[in-house]
């Protein structure tokens, strides 16, 4: 008998080619246990890493879940999300405070200028992520200002944005999936923790996250993110491509991935005369495959490099590139990289840090870098904790083997579907019991920390308790928000200013 696995880590990676979904551990050693792996195809409803079709995404998911859940003969409570595509890149923004006389930098002020950032009003985009750069004290550039006096600070800030709708149908199609996010991350961000050395980050470097529809270019110096962009073009690109050579596209992507030359050598003859085949079902000539693989590879490129340069930090990258993802292992691909970029020191990352124990599903090629990724950045038990019931399984006779009833259904099968369906009706009770007790702890922490004056945690206490989704307290979590915001408005060190110059005011008078 196979014992039910009752602490893992789930996560789900919303993939241009596929959704994947992940569930295992991370042990005492740094390494990674992986205890299922589970996917199903995206191209009918993720574009350039983008949900277009709702209903067949959330589909996916649940099939996915159940795959994964079969396996670890347990259920899954919640899931790590990865966000990424097309739309994402990041926004310099700055903020600035002046003192009327020197001001000794505390914690809180630079949780105001934070504040400030964050409430930058950006139209049809929304703040994923931020990523603080130095700040600039009189005319010096700090990492960590906090102690030092001074009559202004300037923060500077590198948001990650996407559209607004991007979270919002993630969010819808878990919902209408019946999954609960535990947490999002962003893809490009984890994916660099799980493949960058240190050393890498901190003397400058390029990460190439070469995907099916897109390609993530993520800039890093001094241990910070200093540039992210998601070109859509990818690796799907080239299988397109090629298969308007009257070929198939499965076939074509077989083609790519067997022969796809990223840099053929101009001078070999041979080619002239080679032909590629897969199997019977399809050929084509070697320089006609080569020459189709390095014009786009090669525009896929100039883009990655282009970014680059629009980062600032073109000449400032000591450990030169990282490429990564499932295109990453076209041949010769080093050799164009450094043929476009002038870039000489390239390293192929077709493994993450981590060290991935007793599964064999995970493949050494760099096209599940991202989805380790995201099981490594999660924290939280996912398993639904299963708890005593005193209501007993369905008294369902068993029939003699080899009835039927009138739908074609066995009688045996019929018995276990409906144990089944009464074991899925108990657990999504429990799960519904555990939201209300779990909603009722969290309003309680969010008015405690409301009168202590904490309101930027009673906001982020409130959002964790909106993933509850409880329908029927949207409105009362609605209400208390807009009391937060309005006193987070009312006391904040702006309206404490403004205060104090009237109260002078009304005193000169």
Not at 143 to 158: A, F, H, K, M, Q
Request: charged share 30%.
């Amino acid at each position: 008998m196979v014992t039910a696995t009752t602490d893992f880590i789930a996560a789900i990676e919303l993939g241009s080619s596929k959704i994947t979904g992940i569930a295992g551990k991370k042990l005492l050693d740094g390494s990674i246990q992986v205890l299922a792996i589970a996917s199903e195809n995206s191209e009918e409803c993720i574009r350039n890493g983008v949900i277009y079709n709702l209903d067949k995404t959330a589909q996916s998911l649940t099939s996915i879940i159940h795959k994964i859940e079969s396996t670890l003969k347990a259920s899954i409570g919640k899931v790590y999300v990865g966000v990424g595509g097309q739309s994402l890149k990041t926004l310099l923004s700055t903020q600035t405070l002046h003192f009327e006389e020197e001001t000794k930098i505390t914690q809180e002020l630079i949780d105001t200028l934070l504040d400030k950032n964050r409430e930058v009003p950006l139209i049809d985009r929304e703040i994923l992520e931020v990523a603080p750069q130095e700040y600039k004290v009189g005319n010096n550039l700090l990492n960590d200002p906090v102690g030092v006096p001074t009559d202004s600070i300037e923060g500077r800030y590198l948001n990650v944005i996407a559209r607004t709708n991007v979270k919002q149908n993630v969010d819808k199609c878990f919902a209408q999936a019946g999954i609960e996010i535990a947490d999002y991350f962003i893809a490009p961000l984890v994916l660099a923790d799980a493949v960058l050395t240190n050393t890498e980050r901190r003397s400058g470097c390029i990460l190439v996250d070469l995907g099916a529809d897109t390609t993530t270019v993520s800039v890093y110096k001094n241990n910070m993110l200093r540039h992210l962009a998601v070109i859509p073009l990818g690796g799907t690109d080239i299988t397109k491509d090629i298969s308007s050579q009257q070929i198939e596209e499965e076939d074509a992507e077989a083609l790519k991935i067997r022969y796809g030359n990223a840099c053929p050598d101009p001078t070999n003859e041979e080619e002239e005369t080679v032909t590629y085949t897969i199997g019977e079902r399809c050929s084509i000539q070697a320089h006609l495959l080569n020459e189709i693989v390095e014009a786009r590879i090669s525009e896929i490129l100039a883009n990655v490099w282009n970014q680059v340069v629009l980062s600032g930090y073109d000449d400032k990258l000591l450990s030169g590139a990282i490429l990564t993802g499932g295109a990453a292992n076209l041949i010769n691909i080093d050799v164009a990289f450094t043929q476009i970029t002038h870039i000489a020191k390239i390293r192929i990352a077709k493994e993450t840090r981590f060290t991935i124990k007793d599964h064999a599903e995970i493949r050494k090629d760099g096209s599940q870098n991202t989805i380790v990724a995201l099981l490594a950045s999660g924290k939280e038990n996912c398993c639904v904790p299963v708890r005593p019931s005193k209501e007993k399984e369905p008294e369902i006779p068993i029939a003699p083997e080899g009835l039927f009833t009138e739908d074609g259904e066995s009688a045996e099968d019929k018995r276990q579907r409906l144990i089944r369906e009464q074991k899925e009706k108990q657990l999504k009770e429990q799960r519904e019991k555990q939201a209300k007790a779990d909603y009722a702890d969290a309003l309680k922490k969010i008015h405690e920390l409301k009168e202590q004056g904490k309101y930027k945690e009673a906001l982020a206490e409130l959002e964790e308790a909106r993933r509850l989704n409880l329908a029927d307290k949207e409105e009362e979590m609605n209400l208390l928000e807009d009391q937060i915001r309005e006193l987070k408005k009312k006391n904040s060190r702006w309206a404490s200013w403004m205060k104090k110059i009237d109260t002078m005011l009304d005193e000169e008078k």
